[in-house]
């Protein structure tokens, strides 16, 4: 049964993320506001594991566990904030992270022998393509947000959860789910903090909306979606899991239009529709050869 729902689920938890990122951003800079937001997460899993008496890691699996925390949470998520916060367009940040399944599939080709057949291969051109029309109308290239630093935070941050993707299918997929993921959150606050001490001024404005993005992304994101992810990575192919994250954009997009009226028009349904017959050819079971 999970295995049926578990891909829809997670892009639907996975794409209120930026529902819950625009709420909040505009009371705390990136780097604090995803500090704190880690450090609940780290915290309240930790109590969990400890309550029900989930296995530790030992010293090295709880490395490869902060390290992948770092990557696929700290350095992704910062790195994407950062570039929105200094100007760049959520559009043309958006377009950058979703070369992140394309990414991911040439490392795990590469890396982990995963066979990508031509209809993967496929699917992955419709779903970058059908990325790119649901974002169309809203880039915008023509303020000063675009820059070397922007675009380069953007692409650590679409490297950094490729890379953290390949690691956990190979490294930490043996790992409790829970214990292993409040030590992914631990890594993925040291980035976030450095950037919140060395650039930030800290400052909170606290208010009732606030409060709900910060819950909601805990509880939903860091717990629910994040916990799914690991689930899929562990139980499926880390090129076809990645796949998912063409349809987050449009996704994002229909909460968008239904929670801040903004506008869809039939181009980016299109293109909505484009990006879901690119998971279905991605993540297709492959016949059995007969013999």
């Not at 790992?175 to 909170?204: C, K």
């Not at 993005?213 to 690991?230: C, K, N, Q, R």
């Not at 192919?237 to 997009?253: N, R």
Request: glycine share 10%.
């Amino acid at each position: 049964m999970l295995a049926r729902f578990a891909p829809a689920l997670f892009v639907c938890l996975w794409a209120t993320g930026f529902i819950g990122a625009r709420m909040g951003m505009p009371y705390a800079e990136p780097g604090t506001f995803l500090s704190i937001r880690f450090v609940i997460a780290f915290s309240l899993l930790a109590v969990i594991a400890t309550v029900f008496r989930a296995p530790w890691p030992g010293a090295r699996n709880a490395l490869s566990a902060i390290l992948i925390g770092a990557l696929m949470h700290g350095f992704y998520l910062g790195g994407v904030f950062w570039a929105i916060n200094q100007g760049m367009p959520a559009g043309v940040s958006a377009v950058v992270v979703g070369l992140q399944p394309l990414l991911t599939a040439i490392i795990a080709g590469w890396w982990l022998k995963e066979t990508i057949t031509r209809g993967h291969w496929l699917g992955l051109a419709l779903g970058l393509l059908g990325v790119a029309i649901v974002l169309y109308p809203k880039l915008d290239i023509s303020n000063s947000g675009i820059t070397p630093f922007t675009i380069g935070a953007s692409l650590l941050a679409v490297s950094s959860i490729s890379m953290g993707t390949i690691l956990q299918k190979r490294l930490g997929a043996t790992q409790d789910i829970r214990s292993g993921t409040a030590l992914q959150y631990l890594g993925g606050f040291i980035p976030v903090f450095i950037l919140s001490i060395t650039s930030e001024t800290r400052v909170i404005e606290w208010s009732g909306e606030a409060i709900f993005a910060m819950a909601w992304l805990v509880i939903v994101l860091s717990f629910l979606a994040t916990f799914l992810l690991m689930w899929l990575i562990q139980h499926g192919s880390v090129a076809k899991v990645s796949s998912l994250f063409f349809l987050v954009p449009a996704v994002s997009s229909l909460m968008a239009y239904f929670l801040f009226d903004e506008r869809l028009i039939p181009l980016q349904l299109f293109g909505m529709a484009l990006c879901a017959v690119a998971v279905a050819l991605a993540t297709r079971k492959q016949p059995t050869p007969t013999k």
